[in-house]
């Protein structure tokens, strides 16, 4: 199976749109190994990868965290700060050295929730954005946990 790139933000958004979010970005840097965040946290920020590589990573009972997906350059980095209860659903660390913009959870719902185009666009990206994993993670899971793999009929 041929994976498809989740949208990034600049093909995902209108120009206008992705101008007024990359004024609200904040650079950051992260070492190889940091954990960006935990399943079950707090989702108060995201980010869109500049340089390097960040896997998104699932707890599962009795193993280790089952990896989902890697993300890379101008790639979305959470989602689940977008929808109630901002509460991570995965964990994501970075598995090289990062740089990335940073961007505020709070302040871009209350931007979105002024602006309701931009509310609407920057919603349906992420909502592409989430789908794309939720696909990811059931192929992924599939190849490693079902007896048979992904590809091969049951």
Known sequence: MIATPAPTMMRALPAEHCL????????VSFPEGT???EEGGRADRFWIIRTGTIE??????GRRSAVIETLRHNELVGWSWLFTPHVWHLGAAATTPVRAYEFDAT????MCGEDPDLGRTVTQWVGDVLAHRLRAARTRLLDLYAPYGAGSPV
């Open 35 to 37: 954990r960006l965040f």
């Open 56 to 61: 998104l990573d699932m707890r599962v009972p």
């Open 107 to 110: 302040a871009v719902r209350t």
């Open 20 to 27: 007024r979010l990359m004024r609200m970005a904040r650079e």
